[in-house]
């Protein structure tokens, strides 16, 4: 790995609000060594130069939830609400095979590089067979990205295939081999959880997923009160007010668990996120797209809890652009609560980046630019006509940059974008390989009865 020198770039550090300047940043061995104003006076014969004139550098983004395989199933049952469209998703599973999770699992690794994505968080939930999961971790380590895979599981529900319901023994055994499999491995945490409760896991296995977490120090991902039938469903099956509420008796909400949604709870339940130091991820597109509502995230920061950004799986988003979340999670916010003011661009920037890291667990490696951090940096490219003149900084990232102004992405140090062209794969090969598998999957998908 190559040891980076940064110059001339308008630095976005992230540590605090309104602190941008023009200056270098230095990377060795992967790690940030140095973040300065002013020019870099002297240039160390193994350094590798990038001139970010006209960009801005900033902490990669991270996407702090999606199902990156279902970029094969974009704009697939578009039109129908999360009930009937979840029906679909896990009915596919009786069809989904290990090579359509490799495909598509790249395809969609390459698109986030491309979003300035440097921090990835799959929640993975199908898994017809155990090798589903290996060939997703395979595309998220082939694709350089910092990766956490939040491994869940399911074992009940009416629309959930059988091939997917797990004994709780039998998923934390093959969780365990996946641990076993990756130990050590470089810029890679895991996550367990149960996937969306209460539709798909019994409290039972809500019990076993905590002692099991807490023993092998996961995390805990999953999708919280995402639409009204969910919390109906905690309301009448467990007589419990909302979902989070619900979580709540068996110590799912914690310092280390990220909530995917989180729509539909009450200010009751916020103060519970807040109280236990749960984080969560907002998901305006995928929200927006199934007719979910609006999450209260205006609400969630004013109390002090952590919010995230995610993209949800392009099956209900439809991209894995991380600029597109950004600038729908501003706007949302401004028109649910008619007033343009109730969220500033910095409030959604932080998301993207350092609430996203946090989120994550990782904030001591990413989300903001520090000496000592991982060197994950990313540089857009604000040198064009919808960008200029710059007035205000934080605005313009959140409201008028991008994917495509994204120029290059760096994590641990290593480029993986360089000037527009990603270094790890051949883009050409990627979509040959993501249509062929879009084309096998649709040809099993269209013998299924839904
Ligand atoms: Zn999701």
Redesign the pocket.
């Known amino acids: 790995m190559a040891d980076l020198l940064i110059k001339n770039a308008l630095i976005i550090p992230m540590t605090e609000e309104r602190k941008f300047f023009n200056g270098y940043v230095r990377a060795r061995d992967g790690v940030i060594a140095e973040v300065a104003e002013s020019s870099a006076r002297e240039v160390a014969q193994s350094e590798q130069i990038i001139d970010a004139h006209g960009c801005v550098l900033m902490p990669g983004l991270v996407n702090a939830?999606?199902?990156l395989y279902q970029v094969l199933l974009r704009a697939v049952w578009e039109d129908l609400e999360l009930m009937p469209w979840l029906k679909r998703i896990y009915g596919c599973a009786r069809v989904l095979r290990p090579e359509h999770f490799y495909a598509g699992s790249l395809l969609g690794c390459a698109e986030s590089i491309r979003s300035g994505v440097t921090t990835i968080c799959e929640?993975n939930?199908l898994n017809p067979t155990p090798e589903c999961a290996f060939e997703t971790l395979r595309a998220m380590r082939e694709s350089g990205l910092r990766s956490v895979f939040a491994r869940t599981i399911m074992d009940t529900g009416e629309i959930v295939p059988e091939c997917t319901k797990e004994k709780p023994e039998t998923a934390f055994r093959r969780i365990e081999n996946l641990l076993a499999r990756h130990a050590g491995a470089d810029k890679l945490s895991f996550m367990t959880g149960p996937n969306t409760p209460p539709i798909n896991t019994t409290p039972g296995l809500l019990k076993e997923i905590r002692r099991f977490a807490a023993d092998k120090s996961l995390g805990i991902s999953a999708?919280v009160a995402?639409s009204k039938s969910v919390v109906e469903c905690v309301r009448r099956e467990h007589g419990k007010n909302g979902v989070v509420e619900f979580l709540q008796q068996f110590g799912i909400p914690a310092a280390n668990s990220i909530f995917?949604?989180s729509v539909h709870v009450s200010p009751d339940e916020i103060r519970m996120l807040q109280e236990t130091g749960a984080s969560v991820s907002h998901?305006p597109v995928?929200n927006m797209m199934l007719g979910d509502g609006v999450a209260p995230v205006v609400e969630m920061l004013r109390a002090g809890v952590n919010v995230a950004l995610?993209t949800?799986?392009a099956a209900?988003n439809h991209s894995q652009d991380l600029f597109d979340t950004m600038k729908a999670a501003s706007l949302l916010q401004k028109v649910h609560h008619q007033d343009a003011g109730v969220i500033r661009p910095y409030d959604v920037l932080r998301m993207a980046t350092l609430g996203g890291a946090k989120a994550l667990g990782l904030e001591a490696l990413c989300g903001t630019i520090e000496a000592g951090k991982r060197a994950d940096l990313i540089l857009v490219n604000l040198h064009t006509l919808h960008n200029q003149p710059i007035n205000d900084l934080a605005s313009q990232i959140v409201h008028c940059a991008k994917a495509g102004d994204v120029q290059t992405v760096i994590v641990n140090g290593e480029l993986l974008m360089r000037d527009g062209a990603l270094t790890r794969h051949d883009e050409k090969q990627l979509l040959a390989d993501a249509g062929e598998a879009n084309r096998d999957l649709m040809k099993r998908v269209a013998a299924l009865a839904f």
Do not use: W
């Open positions: 939830h999606t199902h929640h939930f999708h995402e995917a949604h998901n995928s995610g949800d799986g209900s």
